[in-house]
């Protein structure tokens, strides 16, 4: 079955970093677009980034773009997001989601459980 | 940047039927997708590709869409459907995802 599974949450200060992990399993992972998604607690989805199946496509929000870095190792079936420069408004349930695959799988299908990222002081 | 309005809060009884709309410019030319979401929970894919139901979908959520506006329409809502429920779909670019702001639906 598919399992996507985020770790690297916690509290961090303005200013600072953190890299997010997706370990994804029960599926292809070198086939599938994947996703990050957050959500502010209390409030609604907010799509951050997405990555091609071979890495080689990226695409960012608007309040992402510069400062977060989506990648991804097929090698280990595992999704980062890369985040610089955290703002207290970057504070968010962050989710990775599977990607669509045309003819197969409809996208943002699969979701992990979220990871925690607090920024502040 | 794109955006996709949703109403606040949907409220129906138990047994009527609920719609939520979903609004914006490239609705059109792009597919939306519904997802609900529970208290706590990550969001689970409701409809895709405007219409189509995944497996494991009860058949009261159905979707449909034209020109501008999809719509989410559960037939016969059942307490347990209780849920906030958001579309997503791509702008013109089909390169940016966005989503709708949510619709809080109330069955009681």
């Known amino acids: 079955q598919v399992q996507l599974v985020e770790s690297g949450g916690g509290v961090v200060q303005p200013g600072r970093s953190l890299r997010l992990s997706c370990a994804a399993s029960?599926?292809?992972?070198?086939?599938?677009?994947m996703h990050w998604v957050r959500q502010i607690p209390g409030k609604g989805l907010d799509w951050v980034a997405v990555?091609?199946?071979?890495?080689?496509?990226?695409h960012y929000a608007d309040s992402a773009k510069g400062r977060f870095t989506i990648s991804r190792d097929n090698s280990k079936n595992t999704l980062y997001l890369q985040m610089n420069s955290l703002r207290p408004d970057d504070t968010a349930v962050y989710y990775c989601?599977?990607?669509?695959?045309?003819?197969?799988?409809?996208?943002?299908?699969?979701w992990g459980q979220g990871t925690l990222v607090t920024v502040s002081s | 940047s794109y955006e996709l309005t949703q109403p606040p809060s949907v409220s129906v009884s138990p047994g009527q039927t609920a719609r939520i709309t979903c609004s914006g410019d490239?609705?059109?030319?792009?597919?939306a997708y519904w997802y609900q979401q529970k208290s706590g929970r990550a969001p689970v894919l409701v409809i895709y590709e405007d219409t189509k139901r995944p497996s494991g979908i009860p058949e009261r959520f159905s979707g449909s869409s034209s020109g501008t506006m999809a719509t989410l329409t559960i037939s016969g809502a059942q307490v347990e459907d209780e849920a906030d429920y958001y579309c997503c779909s791509t702008d013109s670019s089909g390169k940016f995802w966005v989503f709708g702001g949510g619709t809080k639906l109330t069955v009681l």
């Open positions: 989601a599977r990607g669509g695959v045309v003819g197969s799988s409809p996208p943002l299908d699969y």
């Open positions: 029960g599926f292809t992972f070198s086939l599938y677009p």
């Open positions: 490239s609705l059109p030319t792009k597919y």
């Open positions: 990555i091609s199946d071979d890495g080689s496509s990226k």
